[in-house]
Each structure stands twice: as structure tokens, then as C-alpha cells.
């Protein structure tokens, strides 16, 4: 079964600043994705950004990008002049590239999170 | 704007009481999922379809739960008798889930307490 680390139950930064998130998963699969989830006070869950293992690119997304290692098996998010927005609960999550017929490998494994704080 | 939308948003109930949370999935995502959030586990997968189909339902306790998807724009998590142990947030998920295309879109959360 596949396991996700996330070390940093809580981290704080100031705005303006930059910001890494750090993850850290345990698979035997060679081909998988790799998502980071952001959710806010409102309890919505919003996804910020996502890895296919096969890609050796890391993932952007205007102030969001991800330091992908697959050899270490290590996920980190990095983000940009953070913004006060930016504060919430950080869901690092795994999941296998077949399209299964049930085992539960369709579903998205998750860290247990870290919550951000950005001081103004 | 399609999203994921979950019926109710808040629910206190007492024990021994039957709980029905209702999702509606994005129109055209052919998977849906339900996970529960607690503290102390995190996020867990529940159970999940794929074109109205159970897949799996292993991480859901089987004597209390049950998840339906009467038709393609309803799927619905019981419990019968609830418990406090239940008291959680849970979440509905859907995707198009085919190759290419790998994303989960969430509802925003029944909040279920049961005392």
C-alpha cells in the first residue's frame, strides 16, 4: 500500500515570501500522479497542482511549482510571494496511474496535511 | 460553473438515528468517490463507483454503511444506526477518469456530528 509524509504540520511565513512544503511518499509503482490540495477555512477542497511521475518536468502553475525527485520519492510545493489567500491546510496525495477495477487504487492517498500561515 | 454539490452542508443528529448524505457529481464524470476526514485518520477513501458501478468499498465499516448511486447525477452514504465515533466531515469527489485525464473535484463537505 502507498503511504504520503507530510513532516510540517504547520509552517509560517510572511508575505511576499516564499514558502516550501515538504512530501514524501512510499509506492512500488513505477508510473503514478502526484497532487497537492488546498483547503481553506471553507472546508472546499481545491486542487493547486498535479505531477505525472512519467514527466521528469516539474509542475507550474503561475506562483505554485513543485520540486519533483522520483528517485528520493519526494513532492515538495513551492510557493511564490505568498499571499494572504494563500493561508490554509496543504494535502499532499498519491495516486496510481492504472485505472483499476477496485482495490481502491483509483483513490487519492493523502498526507496529513500542513497547516500554512502567512503573517502579513 | 460545474462543481461538485453536497447535500447537507451541516448535520446533528443523535445516535442510533439513520444519516443520508446526498452528492450530485460534476455532469460527465463517470467516477465518483466518498472519503471522510477526521483529525486524528486524515482523509480516507470510503468507497467509489465508476459508471454507476461499486468498485470498492473496503474502507467503509459494512454492518453501518452503504453507498448507492441510484442513477448518474446521485450518489448517497448512509449510516444505519449512526455513532459518535461517525462525527466527521465527509466529502464527495468526482472525475472523468479515463487516460489523460486524472483529476478529483470535490464537494465542499457534509459536516456530520453525531452526539
Known amino acids: 500500500a502507498q503511504t504520503v509524509t507530510q513532516s510540517q504540520p504547520e509552517m509560517s511565513v510572511q508575505e511576499a515570501e516564499t514558502v516550501t512544503l515538504s512530501c514524501t511518499y512510499d509506492?512500488?509503482?513505477?508510473?503514478?500522479?502526484l497532487f497537492w490540495y488546498k483547503q481553506p477555512p471553507s472546508r472546499q477542497m481545491i486542487l493547486v497542482i498535479r505531477?505525472?511521475?512519467?514527466?521528469?518536468q516539474n509542475a507550474t502553475e503561475n506562483r505554485f511549482s513543485v520540486n519533483f525527485q522520483k528517485a528520493a520519492k519526494s513532492f515538495s510545493l513551492k510557493i511564490s510571494d505568498s499571499q494572504l489567500g494563500d493561508a490554509a491546510m496543504y494535502f499532499c496525495?498519491?495516486?496510481?496511474?492504472?485505472?483499476?477495477?477496485?482495490?481502491?487504487?483509483?483513490?487519492?492517498?493523502f498526507g496529513k496535511g500542513t497547516h500554512l500561515i502567512i503573517q502579513p | 460553473d460545474a462543481r461538485v454539490t453536497q447535500t447537507p452542508r451541516h448535520k446533528v443528529t443523535e445516535m442510533g438515528q439513520e444519516v443520508t448524505m446526498r452528492c450530485q457529481p460534476i455532469?460527465?464524470?463517470?467516477?465518483v468517490f466518498w472519503y471522510r476526514q477526521t483529525m486524528m485518520q486524515g482523509l480516507e477513501l470510503l468507497a467509489y463507483?465508476?459508471?454507476?458501478?461499486?468498485?470498492?468499498d473496503s474502507g467503509m465499516p459494512k454492518d453501518r454503511f452503504s453507498a448507492e448511486m441510484p442513477d448518474a447525477t446521485l450518489a448517497t452514504l448512509k449510516i444505519q444506526p449512526s455513532e459518535p465515533r461517525d462525527s466527521a466531515v465527509y466529502f464527495c469527489?468526482?472525475?472523468?477518469?479515463?487516460?489523460?485525464?486524472?483529476?478529483?473535484?470535490f464537494g465542499q463537505g457534509t459536516r456530520l456530528t453525531v452526539v
Open positions: 509506492t512500488s509503482e513505477s508510473d503514478y500522479y
Open positions: 496525495a498519491y495516486r496510481s496511474a492504472k485505472l483499476g477495477s477496485g482495490g481502491g487504487a483509483d483513490g487519492l492517498t
Open positions: 469527489a468526482s472525475g472523468p477518469y479515463r487516460v489523460g485525464r486524472t483529476e478529483a473535484f
Open positions: 505531477q505525472e511521475a512519467y514527466k521528469q
Open positions: 455532469l460527465g464524470h463517470n467516477t
Open positions: 463507483f465508476r459508471n454507476r458501478a461499486p468498485l470498492d
